[in-house]
């Protein structure tokens, strides 16, 4: 298996799983069966490929005014157009409730990618001596941002 498609199930199966996490604990998000969440997902990943990068560019203003919190908004918008392609599959309620499951579908993605590795977040830690000569002045712990 190409590290490409690789990389594309593993993002897909995070995605599903949030989505699948955004229609349980949220009841404005519903679905008929397992296979309507997947290709929900999948309609949901194409199109933050593909659309969401023109949205943020048509609401940039807006996005930098906001300090970037217009983006929830963009998601919501999309998790909404998603639930309206096939609402017998896949129903979004109202933009409450994709506002709110797009928010949880971002942290739950971002969790899950922290956890997996395999989004852009990476955490790493160092362990090992001071340099020399780091003691004076100070003696307390030193963080390296």
Known sequence: ???KLKKFLKSWIINTLAVAVAAYVLSGITYQKPADLIIASLVLGILNAFL???LLLMALPLLVFTLG???LVINAVLLWFV???????FAVKDFKSAFWGALLISVVSLLLNS????GNSRIQVHRGTRPPGSDKGG??????V
């Not at 639930?83 to 599959?89: D, K, N, V, Y």
């Open 139 to 144: 003696g307390g712990p030193v963080i390296d």
């Open 83 to 89: 639930g309206h392609i096939s609402p017998e599959h």
């Open 52 to 54: 969401r990068p023109i």
């Open 1 to 3: 298996m190409s590290p």
């Open 69 to 71: 919190l217009f983006i």
């Open 115 to 118: 956890l997996t590795g395999s």
